[in-house]
């Protein structure tokens, strides 16, 4: 599959992948912010991207700036659309008690390509009857 990446900025870094086999391209800051506790920021990474009908582009946090910063992407996952074609920022917020410094080039997210269906909604008057019916959170219990 391919993807067409625009450099929107100089200082934008191409997504890649670090290790052979990884889900996420990395996506790279191209600005330095401060966030603070409790604070969220838009984050620019200075490209665009044109993804193939049919699919999506999921952005999701790094594990390692949520365990050691608590920072995380605040929609996540964040749904980049295949029609979308303006700059991907990525909505960081600070859920740690100190501020974090994202530089420019920090890896801030990462960009995970899915395909997607879309469905077909019809309205009914009922539906059909599961084991599950409507039981909702916490109705499978805790243990085995």
Do not use: C, W
């Amino acid at each position: 599959m391919e993807i067409k990446i625009l450099k929107l900025n100089e200082a934008a870094i191409v997504p890649h992948y670090s290790h052979p086999g990884d889900a996420g391209l990395d996506l790279f800051s191209i600005e330095e912010q401060e966030i603070l506790p409790g604070e969220t920021k838009l984050i620019n990474t200075g490209i665009a991207i044109a993804l193939p009908p049919g699919t999506e582009a999921q952005i999701r946090p790094r594990s390692g700036l949520a365990l050691k910063h608590s920072i995380t992407v605040l929609n996540s996952p964040g749904t980049i659309d295949a029609g979308y074609r303006g700059e991907i920022g990525i909505i960081l917020i600070n859920h740690g008690k100190k501020p974090f410094q994202v530089v420019i080039g920090m890896k801030i997210a990462q960009m995970v390509i899915a395909t997607i269906i879309q469905a077909n909604v019809t309205l009914v008057d009922k539906l059909d009857v599961t084991s599950r019916a409507t039981g909702g959170f916490g109705s499978t219990g805790t243990m085995k």
